[in-house]
């Protein structure tokens, strides 16, 4: 048999017994060794010259199996069966503040398109022991494995740019990678999942994405009793601010919001970077209103999802924000932002660890009753709220009108189920004044005044607990 004929024969017997190991590797190393010549010009070389590289590289081969037979003879399948672990439900109906958690499933095929397969061994050092990587994989794998117990895990749709093999040679190498949400793809999200067994065993993994969903299922705005009343707030849109951008691949709890978009307000730097920037920002289509973007006190379901990763801080600060659901629009030509809490005291949270897990969903349904705020990083509900409430009067505390004139005062408050006493006989001795009649609204939480002629009344409104606040209201009639 030639030497050619040998050289092939070894590489074949190479081949088989590894099937998941690199040839190109080997052959690119031993290039860079010297070990295997490429230059053209060496096919000029003598016939003595060319036996003896073949000779050099067939003793590399030789060398090669007598090292690794061992290993390969007790190579055994490992059987891996895989499934997609979808967000589990933590409902927030903002108006009741009501809590519930049940698992959601979903189908294997529909969610992963790439798979890559990392087997470490499972002993002190945990080196890589075979890496492979599937397009449009099964549901169930055979890979080879040596001997000994491993660590299997599984990273689905992975970013390009995410992480090189060549980085991972160890399991904690791995554990240190990070994820990028101006990476992943909603339709496709990134995924990771571990399980330890043995060679030659049979284990389930499940993969769990590493974004979390916010919902905004439902939306109206009610301005019945204020001065705006029967207006929509146009414009709408919604979107999420301090939004962690990155978190470690395998990491389960813990995620600290060090890489963030929209740091406070909605950024348009920061959507440019994004793949899919429609994760962090939607325009709410409802078809009616001048903008046909409006939305008024008929309830709309519109189930608009944003997507953020995992931010469970337990404390804010300026460098580790809350992440936020940002409701935006306009009311007449003032623009104005509810901006609330993901899964935070203050607004719908229940109990468990607060803030933003992974791979979790977060349903919000808002009823609006009155302006937001001015800025979109200032709450809404503070989040102390349900501990000291707040009460804001309107139109103020200082009134002028005219005589046959009717002035509203009226009280926006939290909690709105808070007892409100307008004063009877502060009204009743100003009635007996001549100043004015009055009629209290049906909700109790103001009073409307039929101006009669000039003169000075005053009155005053004090809420109870938690809110604690008391205001006196001066009445000027013809000034």
Same mark, same amino acid.
């Given at each position: 048999m030639?030497?050619?004929k040998? $050289?092939?024969?070894?590489?074949h017997i ?8 690199? /040839?190109? %590797? ?5 290039g860079?060794?010297?070990l295997?010549h490429?230059n053209p010009?060496?096919?000029g ?5 060319v *036996? ?9 081969? /030789?060398?090669l199996l ?13 059987v891996?069966d ?5 967000p589990i439900?933590?409902?927030?109906v903002?108006?009741?503040g009501h809590l519930?958690v ?6 294997f095929?529909?969610?992963v398109?790439t $798979?890559?397969?990392?087997?470490f061994?499972?002993d002190? +050092? ?7 990587r ?5 549901r169930t794998l055979s890979?080879?494995? !040596?001997?000994g ?11 390009e ?6 980085? &991972? ?5 791995l ?5 990028h949400l101006?990476?992943?793809d909603?339709?496709?999200? *990134?995924? @990771? ?10 284990? !389930?993994?499940?993969?769990e994405?590493?974004m ?5 299922n439902?939306?109206?705005c009610?301005f019945?009793?204020?001065p705006y009343?029967g207006? *929509?707030l146009e ?14 691949i ?8 060090? %890489?963030i ?5 909605l950024?348009?730097?920061? /959507? ?10 939607k325009?709410?289509?409802t078809?009616i209103?001048?903008?046909?973007h ?7 379901n519109?189930?608009v999802?944003l ?6 801080v337990?404390?804010?600060?300026i460098?580790t924000?809350?992440?936020? +659901?940002? $409701?935006e ?8 932002y509810?901006p609330?809490?993901?899964n935070?005291p203050g607004?719908?949270y229940?109990d ?11 349903i ?11 800025d979109?990083d200032?709450?809404v509900f503070? @989040? ?6 707040w009460?804001t009067l309107y139109p103020?505390n200082?009134?002028t009108?005219? =005589?046959?004139? =009717?002035?509203?005062v009226?009280?926006?408050m939290f909690p709105? %189920?808070a007892? *409100?006493?307008i004063?009877k ?6 009635v ?15 009073v ?7 003169g000075?009344?005053?009155f ?12 006196l209201?001066?009445v000027v &009639?013809?000034?």
């Amino acid at each position: 048999m030639t030497h050619s004929k040998v $050289l092939a024969r070894l590489v074949h017997i190479f081949a088989s017994k590894h099937k998941d190991l690199c /040839m190109r %590797d080997y052959l690119k190393m031993m290039g860079r060794e010297g070990l295997v010549h490429t230059n053209p010009s060496s096919l000029g070389r003598s016939p003595k010259a060319v *036996l003896a590289g073949l000779l050099s590289i067939s003793f590399v081969f /030789m060398a090669l199996l007598s090292s690794c037979s061992s290993v390969g003879e007790r190579q055994e399948p490992m059987v891996l069966d895989f499934s997609v672990v979808r967000p589990i439900t933590v409902e927030r109906v903002a108006t009741k503040g009501h809590l519930s958690v049940k698992p959601v499933g979903s189908d294997f095929t529909s969610y992963v398109h790439t $798979l890559d397969v990392f087997t470490f061994s499972d002993d002190g +050092l945990r080196k890589l022991d075979s890496y492979q990587r599937y397009d449009r994989p099964p549901r169930t794998l055979s890979i080879a494995s !040596t001997a000994g117990d491993k660590i299997v895990v599984a990273v689905a749709n992975p970013p390009e740019s995410g992480y090189s093999v060549r980085q &991972v040679g160890t399991y904690d190498a791995l554990e240190r990678l990070m994820a990028h949400l101006y990476e992943d793809d909603p339709e496709f999200p *990134l995924m @990771s999942g571990e399980s330890v067994v043995a060679a030659g065993g049979r284990c !389930t993994i499940s993969l769990e994405p590493m974004m979390s969903e916010v919902v905004l299922n439902s939306v109206l705005c009610d301005f019945s009793g204020k001065p705006y009343s029967g207006e *929509l707030l146009e414009n709408a849109r919604v979107y999420l601010t301090n939004v962690n951008a990155s978190a470690e691949i395998l990491r389960d709890d813990g995620f600290k919001p060090l %890489d963030i978009l929209n740091a406070g307000r909605l950024s348009e730097r920061d /959507m440019a970077q994004m793949g899919h920037p429609e994760a962090l920002v939607k325009e709410i289509y409802t078809g009616i209103g001048a903008s046909r973007h409006g939305i008024g006190a008929v309830k709309k379901n519109i189930n608009v999802t944003l997507y953020t990763y995992p931010n469970d801080v337990q404390e804010e600060s300026i460098g580790t924000p809350f992440t936020r +659901l940002v $409701l935006e629009g306009t009311i007449g030509r003032e623009k104005t932002y509810y901006p609330l809490n993901v899964n935070r005291p203050g607004w719908g949270y229940s109990d468990g660890r607060q803030g933003v897990g992974r791979n979790a969903r977060y349903i919000f349904d808002l009823a609006i009753t009155r302006k937001g705020s001015s800025d979109p990083d200032e709450l809404v509900f503070p @989040s102390d709220g349900e501990n000291t409430g707040w009460m804001t009067l309107y139109p103020g505390n200082f009134i002028t009108a005219r =005589d046959g004139e =009717d002035v509203h005062v009226w009280c926006d408050m939290f909690p709105s %189920d808070a007892t *409100l006493d307008i004063c009877k006989d502060d009204l009743d001795y100003d009635v007996s004044r001549g100043i004015y009649t009055y009629d209290y609204d049906p909700d109790g939480h103001g009073v409307t005044l039929h101006c009669l002629r000039g003169g000075t009344g005053m009155f005053t409104i004090d809420a109870g607990p938690p809110i604690d606040t008391g205001y006196l209201v001066i009445v000027v &009639v013809n000034p």
